[in-house]
Every structure is written in structure tokens, then in C-alpha cells.
């Protein structure tokens, strides 16, 4: 055998044993080749919200829907936190657990009942909203209205239009779209 063809028969055996190898990698498209299927529906990601007066407001999610709960939002998991230190060093921030979580394209809103805090959530639901743009994701939340917290009652998967800009360079935000299952007609 010439060294050429050498060459070419142990390119081709690397490539095959590798691609036999590699962990199979769930798309959005739908489930992966090797049989593994993808969550239903997930946000993750940091990023901090822009505000030229100073103010340092960062959000974090890690929200999934399993694959074996496609047709129940609710039955999402994860958590979620904000937190907002004021230009005068005050801050307030929260951890909520995940009780719903719905996502469509690149938007998701999430909602989830508060565990710890410094603030009047305690206790209670928030909403919150992502749109997913690269670099330059948006944002928004329940507690947006005039009704105080402690009043709210906040129905699952509510929220505020995604109204807030992020920071330049701190948005990371990842909406893995829903794709719910429908019964044929």
C-alpha cells in the first residue's frame, strides 16, 4: 500500500471511530440521532440588565422541562435568582424555585415561587420573561405594575413582556424552544 493511501485509510478510520464515539448531541430540531431526546424546554444563562444610573441588576436561570413532561409546563424544574444592588451599595436580591416554564422561538417565561430572599417575594410567585438575542438579550418581569407583592397573586407562566435591554457583553441567555405535542385530527 503507497503512502498516500495509508494516509487516507487511518483519516478515514480516526473519522468513523470518532463519530462511533462521540456523545450524541441533542438539537433543536428534534431528538438526536443516536435515540437520546432533547429536554422539552430549558433557559439558562446570566446576564446583567443595562441602567446608566449605576444600578447592578443580574439575572441567572437553569430552568428545564424533561422530555417525559413535553405536555405539562408545570412540571418544569430549576431555579432562578435576581439580585439588584443600588448605586448608594443597598441591595436586594431573591431564589426562586421553578414551578413553570414555557418557551416559544427564542422568547421563554418562567415563573416560580420565592425560597430566599431580602425582600416582600418571599413566599410568593414571580414571572419572568426572556427573548433570546445573542449579545443583546431582553428582559422582563411580573413585579413591573403598581400591586404591591405582598397582595399579587400571580398565575403560573405570567410575566411582563420582555422589556429591559441587557449590558453590552453580559448577555447569555439560552431558550431552548418548547415543542409541545399535538393530538392529530
Known amino acids: 500500500m503507497n503512502r498516500r493511501t495509508k494516509i487516507i485509510a487511518v483519516g478515514v478510520a480516526v473519522l468513523l471511530a470518532a463519530g462511533a464515539t462521540a456523545p450524541a448531541m441533542a438539537t433543536d430540531e428534534g431528538p438526536a ?12 444563562g446570566t446576564a446583567k440588565l443595562y441602567r446608566p444610573a ?3 441588576i443580574t ?34 436580591s431573591a431564589k426562586a424555585r421553578v414551578d413553570c416554564l414555557v418557551t416559544g422561538g427564542p ?5 416560580g415561587v420565592v425560597t430566599e430572599s431580602d ?3 418571599t413566599g410568593k410567585r414571580v414571572g419572568v420573561s426572556v427573548h433570546d438575542l ?8 411580573s413585579w413591573i405594575g403598581s400591586e ?4 399579587k397573586k400571580l ?8 422589556f429591559e435591554k441587557v449590558r453590552n457583553g453580559t448577555g447569555d441567555f439560552r431558550v431552548l424552544p418548547w415543542q409541545p405535542a399535538y393530538p392529530e385530527s
Open 33 to 44: 440521532r443516536s435515540g437520546t431526546v432533547r429536554e422539552a424546554a430549558a433557559l439558562t
Open 54 to 56: 449605576g444600578d447592578d
Open 59 to 92: 439575572f441567572t436561570f437553569d430552568a428545564h422541562l424533561a422530555a417525559a413532561d413535553n405536555g405539562d409546563p408545570e412540571a418544569a424544574t430549576g431555579t432562578f435568582t435576581f439580585r439588584h444592588v443600588f448605586p448608594d451599595g443597598t441591595s436586594a
Open 107 to 111: 422568547v421563554a417565561v418562567v415563573t
Open 119 to 121: 425582600t416582600p417575594f
Open 134 to 141: 445573542g449579545r443583546h438579550d431582553r428582559l422582563g418581569y
Open 148 to 151: 404591591p407583592e405582598e397582595t
Open 155 to 162: 398565575p403560573k407562566c405570567m410575566s411582563a413582556a420582555p
